[in-house]
């Protein structure tokens, strides 16, 4: 990187930066400033290693201290296991090296994937990077060290270092030309593997020859003097002393390779919360349609329930009307067997749509969106958002500032309708069932308590009997029409009574009845409606609250994505594959 290219990546640090505030989690963006505050704070240069686990980035340390004639640190631990776990600085010829855990591109456990991340991090944030390599070169970790050095690296910040040469397989004691020949091959692989330029120093070492110093931490330096003569350490700590204090140049492409992998990590969020917004609104919308075909269930069972009732009580009148029953006491009679026919009928289909319901809100609650969709909602709206510098001292509010509350605010508004759906989803119409045949007391001004009441009536606490008591007039008064028919047909004066105008008398009648006994099963259809749209306002709510957060979070991907343009030179896209 050049100095009119680190220019132009000054002027888009500021606009990282107010990214970072709009849309990144606060935790992340804190971490991020704390971190370059602190590494801009070091008066010293801050040289990192960076490698696999086992590729001796340890023992040359050691070897550095050593032969420095300082004490090594206690967590500085020489194996061929996966020892060190922190990134670990100590000032030695100069600098300010660190240690870094050892890079595990395949690790799939939770320690190693940890340990990748600090690494990568650490390099991301450093004045000088050291590449560590064995003598067989890189190989698991190529791609991961390729996408480091595709970052900003001016001249004399970028190094690599060939380590445990003596394990590359010929003896420096028996043939040392032989031996700088095999060094000046690996050194021109490595140049074409990882596409190095000119300018970048490769040093090929043997820090601890033939394990003379083993695994002891504080060795004396005189372990090594059999190999001073050729293991290419002395080279290495005079290139050390020579880089002085860090330059501008040095310092400004680390905070741009440490606020570009920061955008890079948070545009990554985004990406992975606009994911799960639009599954969720894909469970939101499919619950709104299953809601829809519910209704449509609904309707048609009262539908059918109506026809069936003018069926049953038609039946009853043509039979009072053809003198099949003789007195209001049988009419009555036959008028209850019918009703309780129909209503258990009606109670019967009732419920089996009830437990249709109850099974479809149970696999729609079960479904992992919901479940992850909650968590991370929850996650997001119970925690207090915060503003303000580090000393505490909250400023005026920017524009910068007023995005991402409004995210928050969205999750927020979204955990609650959510979980206010999964309140609704996860009643049973069997409690609504046992409050009703007991009789427990609901507020006549909750609509929710009114459906769970009501509802728990289709479970027969209605009978037929019941109606039929409070409709005894009217069977005496349609008995009475049929008896002054019957009357008038024995006697031969039909002609004198219209026919018609009697049957005009019993259907009127038969309304009533009928609209008498629909109230037994209308209040259970009716609650099993309020107890479906009890959940449609959350449902309307949480889908309205994800489609504008998923429209915010594309405005903050464009964002990124020309950011990271800006900055780097590559696409988000491009980076992250």
């Known amino acids: 990187m050049n100095e009119q290219n680190l220019r132009a990546a000054e002027s ?19 971490a991020a400033e704390i971190a370059w505050v602190t590494h801009r704070s070091q008066p010293r240069t801050v040289l990192t290693l960076l490698g696999v686990y086992d590729s001796g980035k340890s023992s040359l340390l050691r070897r550095l201290l050593v032969d420095a004639g300082q004490e090594c640190p206690e967590w500085l631990t020489i194996s061929a296991r996966h020892e060190t776990f922190e990134v670990a600085p100590i000032e030695v010829e100069g600098v300010l090296i660190r240690d870094t855990p050892g890079l595990s591109p395949t690790a799939r456990d939770p320690r190693g994937q940890e340990n990748n991340r600090r690494a990568l991090e650490a390099a991301a944030l450093t004045d000088v990077l050291v590449l560590v390599v064995p003598p067989q070169l890189a190989t698991s970790e190529i791609d991961e060290l390729r996408v480091v050095l595709n970052q900003q690296w001016p001249q004399g910040s970028l190094r690599c270092v060939i380590s445990r040469f003596d394990e ?16 000046s091959r690996k050194t021109a692989e490595l140049r074409e593997s990882l596409n190095l330029p000119d300018d970048v120093p490769v040093h090929v070492v043997a820090p601890d020859a033939w394990q003379f110093a083993g695994e002891a931490r504080q060795p004396d330096p005189s372990v090594w ?11 290495f700590r005079s290139s050390l002393r020579a880089i002085g204090s860090p330059g501008s140049a040095l310092r400004q492409a680390a905070a ?13 969020h985004v990406r992975t919360q606009q994911e799960q917004a639009r599954a969720a609104i894909e469970a939101v919308e499919q619950t709104s349609r299953r809601t829809e075909h519910i209704h449509a269930r609904l309707l048609e069972l009262e539908n059918g329930v109506r026809a069936e009732l003018d069926g049953a009580l038609s039946h009853v009148l043509d039979r009072a009307l053809q003198a099949s029953v003789d007195d209001s006491q049988k009419l009555q009679q036959t008028a209850t067997e019918a009703l309780d026919v129909w209503l258990r009928k009606a109670q019967a289909d009732l419920r089996v749509l009830v437990q249709d319901v109850d099974a479809e809100f149970d696999r729609q609650m079960s479904r992992p969106v919901w479940r992850d969709l909650l968590a991370d909602l929850d996650s997001l709206a119970d925690r207090p958002e915060q503003r303000g510098g580090s000393d505490g001292a909250v400023g005026p509010e920017t524009a910068a500032e007023r995005i991402r509350p409004r995210l928050l605010e969205l999750n927020k508004s979204a955990a609650k309708s959510l979980k206010e759906v999964r309140e609704v989803l996860a009643k049973r119409t069997s409690d609504y069932s046992v409050r009703a045949a007991t009789k427990a007391p609901v507020s006549p001004t909750s609509p929710a308590s009114k459906a769970a009441a009501s509802l ?12 039929l008591v409070a409709l005894g007039p009217t069977i005496v008064d349609i008995y009475g029409l049929v008896s002054e028919h019957r009357r008038e047909q024995e006697q031969k004066e039909a002609q004198l009574v219209s026919l018609a105008a009697i049957e005009r008398k019993i259907g009127e009648l038969q309304s009533t ?5 629909l109230g037994a099963i209308a209040q259970d259809i009716d609650a099993a409606r309020a107890a479906v749209d009890e959940a449609a306002e959350p449902v309307r709510t949480l889908n309205a609250a994800l489609q504008e957060q998923i429209a915010l979070l594309a405005q903050a991907l464009d964002k990124a994505q020309e950011l990271s343009v800006a900055l780097t030179g590559e696409r988000l896209s491009d980076v992250d594959q």
């Open 12 to 30: 888009c640090l500021s606009a990282v930066q107010d990214w970072l505030s709009k849309y990144a989690r606060a935790d992340t963006k804190e």
């Open 225 to 235: 003097d059999h190999s001073r003569a050729w293991d290419g350490m002395s080279g």
């Open 456 to 467: 728990g009536r289709a479970e027969g606490a209605i009978k037929a009997g019941e109606v």
């Open 513 to 517: 009845l009928a609209q008498a006994a």
């Open 168 to 183: 590359a397989g010929i003896d420096p004691n028996g043939d040392l030309d032989r031996y700088a020949e095999l060094a």
């Open 256 to 268: 741009v390779r440490h606020f570009a992998a920061a955008l890079r990590a948070e545009a990554g």
